[in-house]
């Protein structure tokens, strides 16, 4: 992933001014460590006349997958491969300008201590990107940068020169030009532009990204003609996000328009004095959901499997009503995690009785599983592939044969009512699938009848009269022992 940034001078305001704005030396190729990987700054060229700096970003493909929260694989076959094989090391996206802002964040905000006379100088700039996503072509890309006093060159890049009846691919190569530009100002355009154009962030989006955008568009966003989609785009199209910048922006402008501070405008309501009662999260009503279900069902000897990092297991202690809680999972750092958050090291000799924790896959039959009042599959079974499900299945149902068993799944109706979720992808990246209630209830019921069950479907969370809950749960409970569906 490449950057330039180029200016030009003369013998008494030299060019290589710019390594003072940036704070890197030119005669000096520096690197710095990033989540994502490792950015380069060089000076391929540095004189009096004529000064270039280069940003070079190399990314970690495998980092970013680790470290990012991930789209989910939606069931295709190859998009396993995608999270690797893609485009993020070498087109300009959110990766770039959070590069940026890192690696230039005293040049983004106007300061040069050596020299505090230089950021507020205009100067000629020229930026070039090579490779540039732009969901809208190279129309959508003039559309955002003219208004700001660049002229640009967007030229398509062809899918494949050697077959130029294939097209025009999404990227293009980029170069903005100006004659009286400070350096802050184009810092602050490109780091707000570039995941814009590209319609995607490597990182959550959440409710400080609000003031990233208004600082970084200080003085150019709130008259931009593009501001809606400017806003919608770098918010990841969070309707409730995009809302509360644009109702800061309008007040920035009218604010504006009327040479007054915005305190003065915005001062119609005074400050509430309560704050609104938070959601509880659907995690937290997820657990008291299976801990209610467990209760009514009377068990006292509970398996959790796939315990993760023992929120659930926590929780159940909580309660005297359980005397016996195994936590099993497959992951020994996810064990590991759960001992911490257990204090099992601290825990007082009784309570530390009720509690065991075990490594075990849910593929294989486990005999250490047997003899058991109930056991939990929460948020589990997701995150198989399909063909392992009999597997898990006949380990659950046909070997261990607990008297109850709770199964919590996503709703994948209920995913349209996610904000921050794209159309057709999962909760987690980590999902192989979601299902419908339809689909949940026809594995359910066939489950049942295999092995001796009877089951029942409880919404958990809000029940959507359309979509549905977020979280479904069936409630497995024996009633045909397994000696007398043999015979």
């Known amino acids: 992933m490449f950057l330039t940034i180029t200016t030009t001078g003369t013998p008494e305001r030299p060019a290589t001014e710019l390594g003072f704005l940036l704070h890197k030396h030119p005669e000096k190729a520096q690197a710095f460590s990033t989540s994502y990987g490792t950015a380069h700054v060089l000076y391929p060229e540095a004189d009096a006349e004529r000064c270039t700096a280069a940003l070079l970003l ?25 999270q690797y094989v893609n485009d993020r090391p070498y087109a300009a996206s959110s990766l770039l300008a959070v590069a940026l802002s890192g690696v230039f964040s005293s040049a983004m905000k106007g300061v040069c201590n050596a020299r505090p006379e230089l950021p507020g100088v205009p100067r000629p700039l020229r930026i070039e990107v090579p490779a540039l996503p732009a969901r809208g072509g190279p129309g959508l890309v003039r559309r955002l940068f003219e208004p700001l006093g660049w002229t640009v060159t967007a030229e398509p890049v062809p899918l494949d020169t050697e077959f130029p009846q294939w097209g025009d691919s999404r990227y293009v190569r980029l170069e903005l030009e100006s004659a009286d530009r400070t350096l802050a100002e184009a810092l602050r355009h490109l780091y707000v532009l570039l995941p814009v154009l590209d319609d995607a962030k490597h990182y959550w989006v959440s409710s400080d990204e609000v003031d990233k955008l208004l600082r970084a568009g200080e003085g150019w966003l709130p008259g931009h003609p593009e501001q809606k989609l400017i806003t919608s785009r770098y918010l990841s199209r969070r309707w409730s996000l995009t809302r509360q910048a644009t109702e800061r922006l309008e007040l920035v402008r009218l604010a504006e328009a009327d040479d007054s501070e915005v305190e003065e405008i915005d001062n119609a309501v005074e400050a509430e004095t309560e704050t609104e009662e938070r959601p509880t999260p659907l995690a937290v009503q997820r657990r008291e959901a299976i801990t209610a279900a467990l209760k009514a069902s009377g068990a006292a000897r509970v398996l959790d499997l796939g315990c993760g990092q023992g929120q659930l297991v926590q929780a159940l202690l909580k309660d005297p009503a359980f005397t016996e809680i195994v936590g099993l999972d497959v992951s020994m750092r996810a064990l590991t995690i759960a001992s911490r958050r257990l204090k099992l090291d601290r825990m007082g000799e009784r309570q530390a009785a009720r509690v065991k924790l075990l490594q075990g896959s849910l593929a294989y039959t486990d005999q250490r599983l047997k003899g058991y009042d109930a056991a939990v599959l929460s948020e589990v079974i997701e995150h198989l592939d399909l063909p392992r499900l009999p597997a898990l299945e006949y380990a659950v149902f046909g070997a261990a044969r607990p008297r109850t068993v709770l199964v919590t799944t996503p709703n994948v109706e209920y995913n349209v009512r996610w904000e921050s979720l794209p ?47 977020p979280t479904q749960m069936a409630v497995f409970t024996l009633t ?6 043999a015979a």
């Open 423 to 469: 159309a057709g992808h999962v909760r987690h990246g980590d999902h192989r699938f979601e299902w419908t209630r339809a689909q949940f209830r026809a594995w359910a019921e066939a489950v049942a009848e295999r092995h001796g069950y009877g089951a029942e479907f409880v919404p958990v969370g809000p029940d959507d009269p359309e979509v549905g809950p």
């Open 58 to 82: 190399e990314v970690d493909a495998v980092a970013l997958v680790r470290r990012g929260k991930g789209k989910g694989r939606g069931g295709a076959p190859d998009a396993a491969l995608a």
């Open 480 to 485: 045909t022992p397994k000696e007398a569906k």
